[in-house]
């Protein structure tokens, strides 16, 4: 089996390196066996059997001896041989022309694609920019749909300007009743600012009657106490007598 891929192998290689040929040598090769009719390695070139019957025909005019008939004969083979190397040399030429026109037919064909390439990527930028802008529309219409929605949700106009009125009505309620709670506030303070000034003046006079008291009851003592002693000492006296 290796060596079996080894001979397949080394015949790829070698055909390869018979055929090995670039593309310039590939064109000169066509081109030589398109010029020289010459097809196949087998047999001798049209062009060159062409030379042949037409160096026939002119050495055999060049000689001096009567030989029309082979003159004739050598011009007439000469003759068909060229018609024979012309049809050939025509029809390519036919196949040449048939080619060119089909080349330019292609190279028409190619710049009409490639305008209508160009042109369908501007229409496909075009349908982007729509669709990028349709998008945009549809997401504007879908926030209006859901606003509507939303609007429609609430109460009506109407109803909604009488709560709002009897709103208003509550709020000056509950201002005037901040205002005259403010004002009793106020006067309240004030009430209690002299409840605390009366009661300061109320302590203040009781301590000064419990001074005035303790003073009082501090003199009657003493005098209660120089009384005693007076007494005493008159007793004193007359037990001495």
């Known amino acids: 089996?290796?060596?079996?891929?080894?001979?397949?192998?080394?015949?790829?290689?070698?055909?390869?390196?018979?055929?090995?040929?670039?593309?310039?040598?590939?064109?000169?090769?066509?081109?030589?066996?398109?010029?020289?009719?010459?097809t196949t390695t087998r047999g001798e070139p049209p062009l060159k059997k062409l030379q042949k019957k037409f160096t026939s025909f002119a050495l055999e005019v060049e000689k001096d001896a009567d030989n029309y008939s082979d003159c004739e004969?050598?011009?007439?083979a000469f003759l068909q041989e060229f018609t024979t190397f012309e049809l050939p040399l025509l029809k390519s030429k036919a196949v040449i022309d048939?080619?060119?026109r089909e080349k330019e037919n292609f190279g028409e064909l190619i710049g009409e694609i490639n305008r209508q390439i160009?042109?369908?990527?501007?229409?496909?930028?075009?349908?982007?920019?729509?669709?990028?802008?349709?998008?945009?529309?549809?997401?504007?219409?879908?926030e209006c749909e859901a606003i509507a929605s939303l609007i429609a949700t609430q109460p009506p106009r109407s109803e909604t300007q009488k709560i709002i009125t009897e709103l208003e009505k509550e709020i000056t309620m509950l201002e005037a009743e901040n205002t005259g709670a403010s004002r009793m506030l106020e006067l309240r303070k004030k009430q209690f600012a002299l409840l605390l000034h009366v009661v300061d003046e109320l302590q203040n006079t009781i301590e000064e009657e419990q001074r005035s008291l303790v003073e009082e009851m501090r003199v009657a003592m003493d005098e209660h106490k120089h009384g005693l002693e007076d007494a005493n000492g008159i007793s004193e006296a007359m037990v001495v007598d």
């Open 98 to 100: 048939a080619n060119l």
């Open 1 to 38: 089996m290796l060596v079996k891929g080894r001979k397949v192998g080394g015949r790829a290689e070698a055909m390869a390196a018979h055929y090995a040929f670039g593309p310039h040598e590939d064109d000169i090769i066509i081109k030589h066996r398109l010029l020289t009719r010459t």
């Open 73 to 76: 004969r050598l011009a007439k």
């Open 118 to 142: 160009s042109q369908a990527q501007t229409d496909i930028e075009d349908l982007k920019k729509q669709l990028e802008e349709s998008k945009i529309e549809r997401q504007h219409k879908e």
